[in-house]
């Protein structure tokens, strides 16, 4: 059974971050690597580009199906 308490929860959403955290980092040396004459700020934009349309997350990272924002009133 899960562990539910707010401590908990917190400790999974911090590794969470973390984990989160860790991928960019490693995104970030592998673009350094791949484009050693990159100024920061073009990896950074690289990074940038990575995130917004990276296979598997075109619509973001929730599941379901997509939905305009803000919703639309009858």
Not at 50 to 59: C, D, K, M, Q, S
């Amino acid at each position: 059974m899960a562990d539910d308490s707010p401590e908990a929860m917190a400790a999974r959403l911090r590794t969470a971050f973390d984990l989160c955290a860790l991928g960019e980092s490693m995104r970030l040396a592998q673009l350094r690597r791949e484009h050693p004459d990159a100024q920061d700020e073009e990896i950074e934009a690289m990074l940038v580009a990575w995130l917004e349309t990276r296979p598997g997350a075109e619509h973001g990272d929730g599941w379901g199906h997509s939905i305009s924002w803000p919703p639309s009133h009858p």
